[in-house]
């Protein structure tokens, strides 16, 4: 089955509202645009309602780094799926490693979070990924598959269809260490089987995304394999004209 590249930005806790707002301007397309990649970027809250006044017909989408799973009342500080639609979000990042770590995010939590931002018509970016010592131990494969059946179990599998799972070794994150294209492709390839298993067919559909120290010079290779959909990019999504090479390096398919 086809599917599209998708290249998401996560700018983590970076850049405020003009400084969103001048990337915005030197991302814009040359005419002609991304060609066939899809493109969403991770902003802070704060710069959202920006960036989405500032990328009005420019094809690229809005993703939320974080959703809470209750739609309104007394949660001093979250903000809601509905919120999140309000400002014209497509994407939501769920259970990025950083928040499992710092923020002590559960696989319950993460997998509540996913099934209320389908519930809104939001597109759940499941982060899963092994540390280093699960790897060096053999257990990586192992490891992830349990997170992707934690987090989808609960979900249909129509919902389940809905999902993209973003294959994040923890190692890996703004490290400059990457595993080997062959070894993601083993990943993403387990990770599809995991899906299969729970979902049947829709997981032929299903984009998995590759992060973890992307950059211009490394896209290709992850995209070129034939489980590997797209990449979240972390630091690589912050300078504007980089960000615009590495997704022209990514129009492989
Ligand atoms: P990195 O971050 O590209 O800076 O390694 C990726 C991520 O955390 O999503």
């Known amino acids: 089955m086809e599917r599209k590249i998708l290249i998401v930005g996560n700018w983590k806790m970076n850049k405020d509202v003009s400084e969103a707002v001048v990337f915005a ?22 710069a959202m309602a920006a960036l989405k006044e500032a990328f009005t017909n420019t094809g690229i989408m809005l993703g939320a780094q974080n959703v809470f799973y209750e739609d309104r009342g007394a949660f001093t500080g979250e903000v809601s ?9 497509k994407f939501v990042i769920i259970g990025h490693s950083e928040r499992r770590e710092h923020m002590k995010e559960t696989d319950k939590e993460i997998g509540r979070k996913v099934m209320v931002a389908l519930k809104h018509r939001l597109t759940p970016i499941l982060c899963v990924g092994e540390d280093l010592k699960q ?55 387990a990770i599809r ?36 959909d797209g990449a979240l990019v972390g630091g690589a999504s ?5 960000f615009r090479e590495l997704i022209a390096q990514a129009q492989v398919r």
Do not use: H
């Open 238 to 242: 912050l300078r504007a004209a980089d």
């Open 135 to 189: 790897r060096e131990m053999g257990r990586a494969v192992g490891f992830v598959r349990v997170q992707v059946d934690k987090a989808l179990v609960d979900l249909s599998s129509e919902e389940m269809g809905r999902v993209v799972i973003a294959y994040e070794p923890v190692w890996a994150i703004g490290t400059g260490r990457t595993p080997t294209s062959g070894q993601v492709e083993e990943m993403c390839q």
């Open 193 to 228: 089987a995991t899906v299969a298993g729970m979902a049947g067919a829709v997981a032929q559909g299903m984009r998995i995304l590759y992060g973890g120290s992307v950059q211009k010079e490394n896209i290709a290779q992850f995209v070129q394999e034939p489980n590997i």
């Open 81 to 89: 799926p509905s919120m999140l639609k309000d400002l014209g979000c």
């Open 25 to 46: 301007k030197e991302f814009y397309p040359e005419p002609g645009g991304f060609g066939d990649v899809d493109v969403a970027v991770c902003p802070p809250f704060t």
